[in-house]
């Protein structure tokens, strides 16, 4: 069993790469919708106001905000106990670091392709769609500083990095399965995904979402 989370920058296709891989190899999917989703059942509503936008500063240090996270990354550790999952986002990475069968892959490609995709998606102008590209660079860098204390951006922070500029969705695929393939067996005394500790009314309350998703 093994978990893969997925980082990836704006117009990478880094979030369809996923869906992808998670119907690949037939393994669970979660995604931003699903961790809200089982957040908001605790009556946490602001992960979004904290992850997707620019905050004030004292809106990142209340305790509301600090719990919202915390319940975040206790969901995403949930999900990731589950086994045969593939994770987009929300700083999976960094809450399964050091995990022996956790893949940590990140989707990057260079500022013009990505740009360049934008602006055909988005039917903008180049100018505005590089300014879009480095918004969100920024919010995501910001969300991982604050929350986690790390650069998003450090690559050596990742198991794998796939270059999407110039390579089809299939291909990026293709390299993560491989790498999942090949991923040593985790040695018993390591840390593990499938060992975390997840609270009993939580993982009822992820199985409930996803089962939910799935047959909706």
Do not use: C
């Not at 940590?104 to 740009?115: F, G, H, I, P, Q």
């Amino acid at each position: 069993m093994a978990v893969i989370t997925i980082s990836r920058q704006v117009g990478t296709h880094g979030a369809r790469i996923a869906r992808a891989l998670a119907k690949e190899l037939g393994y669970e999917f979660a995604d931003k919708s699903l961790i809200n989703k089982v957040i908001r059942q605790y009556g946490l509503t602001r992960l979004n106001l904290l992850y997707d936008h620019k905050p004030k500063i004292w809106e990142l240090f209340d305790q509301n905000s600090t719990v919202t996270v915390e319940m975040m990354n206790q969901t995403i550790a949930a999900i990731a106990a589950r086994g045969n999952v593939v994770i987009l986002g929300r700083g999976g990475y960094q809450v399964l670091a050091g995990m022996a069968d956790v893949l940590n892959v990140l989707v990057k490609a260079s500022d013009a392709a990505r740009a360049r995709r934008i602006s055909k998606r988005n039917e903008i102008g180049p100018e505005e769609a590089a300014q879009l590209v480095k918004a969100d660079d920024e919010l995501r860098a910001r969300f991982v500083r604050l929350f986690y204390g790390a650069d998003w951006a450090d690559e050596s922070a990742y198991d794998l990095v796939v270059d999407t500029s110039d390579a089809p969705d299939a291909e990026a695929i293709a390299q993560i399965t491989e790498a999942v393939r090949t991923m040593p067996g985790p040695a018993p005394q390591s840390p593990q995904a499938a060992h975390l500790k997840v609270d009993q009314v939580l993982a009822e309350t992820v199985a409930k979402a996803i089962t939910s998703r799935d047959q909706g």
